[in-house]
């Protein structure tokens, strides 16, 4: 049985301030239900998330500004910060952390600057909307072997396919180059290629 996270749940203390903070970040407004007095759901997506994020008026008793840690997966850190800022997030500058593997609690062992190889997984950067809830981006590129089924591709946006053809595309330059001929079936490589990044098997060479 499949089991995908469809919600997550965000403790706000002011519904409207947090639904203009989500949407000016360019995240779908799904909707917006107030049935009864005193109880009030958003609902927002960001932008190719299979997950949505709701708040709103008694649908948690969490504290306002307790979600931490809420991770978002983008596949370029820095254009992300530099898109965060221009729509008022108010992100961290870029880090990596001293262990190398994930990043410790809170600005604990933060170093500045992307992972040095740009590794995937490597590059984090924060946020926090109105009330202090916590939101974490990792840079992920390359996922790591049985992290998705190799017989299944999906693209969550028309953004993140074109992301992945960019790097196939200087992927398969290099491969034009090594061989020092031009690849007739270059739509083949491409597709093998594609799948290899998602599924985290062997690229073609």
Not at 26 to 38: H, T
Not at 43 to 51: F, I, K
């Amino acid at each position: 049985m499949d089991m995908k996270l469809e919600v997550v749940v965000v403790p706000v203390s002011d519904v409207d301030r947090a639904k203009d903070f989500y949407t000016a970040l360019g995240w779908r407004l799904d909707a917006d239900l107030a049935p009864e007095d005193g109880f009030r759901v958003v609902q927002v997506t960001p932008p190719g998330s299979p997950a949505s994020v709701i708040f709103g008026t008694s649908v948690t008793g969490q504290a306002a500004g307790s979600a931490q840690g809420l991770h978002l997966v983008v596949d370029d850190i820095e254009a992300a910060h530099d898109e965060l800022a221009k729509h008022g997030a108010e992100p961290s500058e870029v880090f990596h952390d001293a262990g190398g593997i994930f990043h410790h609690e809170g600005t604990d062992a933060r170093v500045p600057g992307p992972e040095p190889r740009r590794g995937s997984y490597g590059s984090f950067l924060s946020f926090s909307d109105p009330d202090g809830n916590g939101w974490v981006l990792q840079e992920v590129t390359t996922r790591l072997p049985g992290r998705l089924d190799p017989a299944v591709t999906g693209f969550a946006s028309a953004d993140d396919l074109a992301s992945a053809l960019r790097r196939v595309a200087a992927a398969h330059g290099e491969h034009e180059a090594r061989t020092g001929a031009e690849d007739p079936d270059w739509p083949d490589w491409y597709a093998r290629y594609l799948v290899s990044e998602q599924a985290g098997t062997e690229p073609p060479t």
